[in-house]
């Protein structure tokens, strides 16, 4: 009887314990998505006023501070995709061609040179290591115009070459860097093991380290797709020929800060351009995540 | 010894030698063809440039020191640039890697809408410093902005922002908190690496959430905070598109916002002078360089490699 | 057929990447690149001229490249460091003399008469493009100093004064007027302390020049702390743009006081009417600068734009050629309007009188109003003149902020902008 007793009346404390454990939990939750949501709201406006502004009157977009258009002008998405001399279909496509060849240069010539710095032992590895680091920290405008007049030499001016080729070469030691850090976190005896099996050490960066590093190399792929979609400098010094602009060379072709500009189209194409990055973004985030399962696997 | 037998160990110990480095300068390829080609004869120019008078119409002009000692007795606004692009650093990469370091451990655990904050949270990265940005700033923080009519709700009286020479540099250094997507994207690839038994392990074994955040995590997070942290110290000194777009390319008002290479812009493309911009950006190059050196080297302390762990 | 598909993969292959990886396409007889800063309006009109230009001259191929103002003089000094300037290039008053004497452009003292058929243009804009005494640049449109005001807000505060002959003190009762007549929430007019166009013409009203013909600053501590004196004295009265927004240099004309609406008066370029108008709430006017009681005359009229021949030209009788359909070609001319400012020529502008839209005609007759008002040209600029507007700019924020005494701030500007001359040179 008291056995019983002391058995339901354990059973219940336990019960109880549960619900309220299960309760601090659904609070926690609770809270942790009550923060996310407010600081997302914090994040999104500024989309939400630039798709307002894309909408809004051409002296609606200075002078109110309020979101909602006075009158909605869907044509500003219509006439911007016309609004200059050579529509917007080209411009997307010369960005495309750019982006994906500098995304795969990247991911190819970086993950390479990474492989070298992070897992393999050479002469004069501190030295190089050093060299790519300074890469990073010249202030790129004062080499800008030695690097003009040597694409000029080249004859390479007025082409995409100066844009892709050094991304084959490894030019962009961010992401050298990047996946040298990743890298090296890996366990020694994965190595260590392949070799002792014979492995070449192609096959293990191919084989064992490239696989167990997807989410660095899908971090690499969102950035350099994101950079280069939105890179300006380069293109803009070495392109001179307006069929071959790409997107955000051409967004600048609808401002004149001394005489007429069209900002409602120029925010309309600003939205637009900003449409085929998110949806890369979201391709490239499952990348990082599956990157959970293989390495739950070590 | 005889001088026969010399030569075949010398041999062998190139072959060695030889075997031992031909893979990791196999990798490197690329990067060696794409630096020894293509980036070291910019940089080297850019170098020799700063000892000269360019105009960039004209061919440069040896003027040995003279551009740095203009710089270092006679050049105010460069100490100003200085001051302002110091104060950045100070403020704004600790706060943008706290900031993105929280949200990113918030992301990583339990959430079922993980995918969609994580795009929310990576969108203000997106617009960067684009025009759309210069303006929309312009408009939150001015006096009559939106900003001010937020804290007039709670009573509050704003200034103006970001046209007061002493407040400006903080409505970038919010711009740069409220872009931290791509660190926290990086925290997040980091924190994914981490094997989730370590967590479960020291859950049964009642490890208080704080200890397993200090025992684990910032141990096997260590090198990519590294990484943030030396990669966003060499972004902010090197912060260009922000702080130009929004004082539209001038460094205004009262030169609060003369960021280093705002400075250097204008120096070289504004005022024809590029021989002292290069002199300037080297300068620049030596200040991030030592940072970046402190860096490594106090990193042996606090920052291990799993592959190099024994 | 197998052999046969491959090829023509491979060709097609082929074109793709040179499709791809290379914009420049086929050769014709000669080819000129023509580079101009620009927006939508003038882009669709100048590539139309281009269409023009080749259809009527078949052996020329005209190559036109274009981006907007604030990244257009980046490129250019890049293009000029690799001696790669388009043949043609697109000059504005403010760089001309930078480019000029460094020796970036060629002078077209030779082809005047010949192959550039400007003699009976009016010469007073035409000598705008001369630098010690020869012909650089070639004036594409006239433009003048304009305040631009929202001619509701003048109608409701009563504001009836003469526009063209005002002076000073009618231009700060007419702030007073319309601040008061709408309870502060118009100001009468931006505050232009930082405009260092408006502050040369008050230098030349006092009878100077900015510049002297020496080159070195010849405008006073006086003119300055004077200048910067009036312009506080109206803001002590708040009558003027709040400081907060007068502070934000080179702001694009969609901030200004008439665009956004806070202000009744703006100043601008005469050229700029029409992209003001596109902004602004209400129908604009165009009003001169004031006047000094009893000074000199200040404002100029002075190319709006210019286009020049670049030193790294290959085929200087082709550009010329195209240089000169610009401006005489009545095909042409007509594409272009009015949109980079009056033309210099006479039979130009009476051809294109019969077409022009409401704010064209405004920006004409304002013109045609301010003709005899007007003085001479000022002297062409030394190098480093860009550097000394930056200062100024500069310098006048802290007046405007009361962060510096009127008197102090025009000593060290003055002191500043002396130095910046002398290092430039």
């Known amino acids: 009887m008291t056995l019983a007793h002391e058995m339901e009346e354990a059973a219940r404390v336990a019960h109880e314990l549960r619900v309220k454990r299960d309760q601090r939990a659904r609070m926690g939750r609770l809270l942790k998505h009550l923060f996310l949501i407010s600081v997302s709201i914090v994040m999104l406006y500024p989309l939400l006023w630039l798709l307002a502004s894309s909408l809004k009157p051409e002296n609606d977009i200075f002078g109110s501070l309020t979101l909602w258009p006075t009158e909605f002008q869907w044509h500003n998405y219509v006439d911007g995709w016309h609004g200059l001399p050579v529509s917007f279909t ?94 090296r976190q890996l366990p020694r005896e994965l190595d260590e093991a392949a070799m002792i099996d014979g492995c070449s050490p192609f096959k293990i960066y191919w084989a064992i380290i490239l696989p167990l590093s997807l989410p660095a190399l899908g971090t690499a792929a969102i950035f350099s797709l994101i950079w280069t979609w939105e890179d300006f400098l380069a293109p803009l010094i070495y392109l001179n020929d307006i069929k071959s602009y790409t997107v955000p060379l051409a967004l600048r072709l609808f401002l004149d800060q001394e005489g007429q500009s069209s900002y409602g189209q120029m925010f309309a194409m600003s939205v637009l351009s900003l449409v085929p990055v998110v949806i890369a973004f979201i391709m490239f985030q499952k990348l990082i995540v599956r990157g959970i399962a293989t390495s739950g696997m070590k | 010894m005889s001088r026969g037998s010399t030569s075949p160990l010398k041999a062998s110990f190139m072959r060695r030698f030889i075997a031992r480095n031909a893979p990791a300068y196999a990798f490197l390829t690329p990067w060696l063809l794409g630096f020894f080609l293509l980036a070291l004869g910019p940089i080297l120019a850019s170098l020799y440039l700063s000892f000269t008078r360019y105009d960039m119409v004209n061919a440069p002009k040896w003027v040995g020191l003279a551009n740095y000692e203009y710089m270092f007795t006679r050049d105010r606004r460069f100490w100003k640039a200085l ?154 000194f090197k912060t260009f598109s922000s702080a130009f777009i929004i004082s539209n390319g001038t460094g205004a008002p009262a030169d609060s916002l003369l960021f280093y290479t705002v400075y250097l ?30 860096s490594f080297l106090t990193s042996k302390y606090w920052v291990h490699y799993e592959n190099e762990r024994d | 057929m197998e052999l046969t598909r491959r090829r023509l993969l491979g060709a097609v292959g082929a074109g793709v990447a040179a499709s791809a990886l290379s914009a420049v396409p086929a050769k014709a007889a ?69 480019y000029v004497r460094r020796g970036a452009l060629k002078p077209l003292d030779e082809y005047v008469g010949k192959s550039l058929m400007i003699k009976d243009f009016d010469q007073g804009p035409i000598a705008g493009g001369m630098v010690d005494g020869k012909l650089y640049a070639l004036n594409i ?109 080179d702001p694009p004309i969609a901030e200004s006081g008439v665009a956004v609406g806070d202000t009744a008066m703006s100043h601008y ?110 002297l062409p600029a030394p190098k480093g003149a860009g550097e000394v507007r930056d200062a100024f700019m500069r310098i006048g924020t802290s007046v405007v902020l009361d962060r510096a005494k009127v008197k102090d701030a025009a000593e060290q500007f003055i002191a500043d902008a002396s130095d910046i001359v002398e290092r430039a040179q």
């Not at chain 3, 023009?52 to 005209?62: C, D, R, S, W, Y």
Request: proline share 4%.
């Open chain 1, 90 to 183: 080209t411009f997307y496509i010369n960005s495309t061609i750019v982006t994906v060849l500098s995304v795969i240069g990247n991911l190819i010539s970086c993950s390479f040179a990474a492989y070298a710095f992070a897992r393999l032992q050479f002469t004069g590895r501190t030295f190089l290591f050093g060299l790519m680091m300074m890469t990073l920290m010249i202030p790129y405008h004062v080499v800008l115009i030695p690097q003009y007049v040597q694409f000029l030499r080249l004859g390479w001016v007025d082409t995409y070459l100066p844009l892709v080729v050094p991304r084959f070469l490894a030019s962009d030691a961010f992401f050298i860097f990047l996946m040298v850090q990743f890298f």
């Open chain 2, 83 to 236: 001051n302002v692009t110091f104060t950045y650093v100070a403020l704004a990469v600790p706060a943008r890697l706290i900031m993105a370091l929280g949200v990113a451990m918030l992301l990583d655990k339990g959430l079922r809408t993980i995918g969609l904050y994580r795009a929310i949270f990576y969108l203000p990265s997106l617009l960067g410093a684009s025009i759309a940005i210069a303006i929309l700033w312009r408009q939150l923080f001015a006096a009559d902005g939106v900003v001010n009519a937020v804290l007039g709700y709670f009573g509050i009286q704003g200034a103006a922002w970001i046209t007061n020479p002493d407040t400006s540099l903080y409505t970038l250094v919010v711009l740069a908190m409220w872009q931290f997507g791509s660190p926290m994207l990086i925290f997040l690839a980091g924190l994914r690496g981490i094997p989730k038994d370590l967590y479960e392990a020291a859950e049964i074994d009642g490890t208080p959430k704080w200890r397993q955040f200090t025992r684990i995590t910032l141990p096997l997070l260590a090198p990519v905070i590294f990484f943030n942290l030396v990669l966003q110290t060499i972004e902010a």
């Open chain 2, 265 to 294: 812009f204008n120096e070289a493309f504004k005022f024809f002078r590029m021989g002292y911009a290069s002199a300037l950006a080297w300068v620049l190059l030596i200040i991030i360089a030592i940072f970046t050196a402190i």
């Open chain 3, 30 to 98: 000669t080819r000129i690149r023509h580079y101009w800063w620009g927006n939508p309006e003038r882009d669709k009109r100048t590539f139309a001229v281009i269409e023009t230009f080749q259809k009527a001259n078949a052996g020329i191929e005209v190559s036109g490249e274009t981006i907007g103002w604030g990244d257009y003089w980046t490129k250019m000094a890049t293009q000029t460091a690799g001696r790669n300037m388009a043949d043609l290039v697109q000059m504005d008053y403010r760089y001309l003399f930078e």
């Open chain 3, 141 to 249: 449109g006239s433009n003048s100093q304009v305040i631009v005001h929202n001619t509701r807000v003048f109608k409701e505060a009563g504001v009836d004064v003469d526009l063209i002959n005002w002076t000073w003190d009618d231009f700060a009762r007419a702030c007073e007027q319309i601040t008061a007549k709408s309870d502060g929430k118009v100001k009468g007019s931006d505050d232009l302390s930082l405009m260092i166009e408006t502050f040369e013409s008050w230098v030349r009203q006092n009878g100077r020049e900015f510049y002297g013909a020496d080159g070195k600053v010849a405008a006073t501590v006086d003119d300055v702390a004077s200048y910067w004196q009036m312009w506080a004295n109206l803001r002590k009265k708040d009558v003027v743009r709040s400081k907060d927004k007068t502070v934000i240099l």
């Open chain 3, 269 to 378: 370029w005469s050229n700029q009417l029409v992209g003001i108008q596109a902004v602004a709430k209400d129908k604009i006017g165009a009003a001169m600068v004031p006047h000094k009681k009893g000074g000199k005359p200040g404002q100029f009229i002075k190319p709006s734009m210019f286009m020049s021949l670049s030193r790294d030209t290959k085929d200087p009788e082709s550009a010329i050629k195209y240089m000169n359909a610009w401006v005489t070609d009545p095909a042409i001319t007509k594409i272009l309007g009015l949109e980079r400012g009056i033309p210099a020529s006479k039979a130009v502008r009476d051809a294109l009188a019969p077409g022009l839209n409401e704010t064209e005609k405004l920006s004409v007759a304002y013109f045609d109003a301010i003709q005899s008002k007007v003085g001479a040209l000022p």
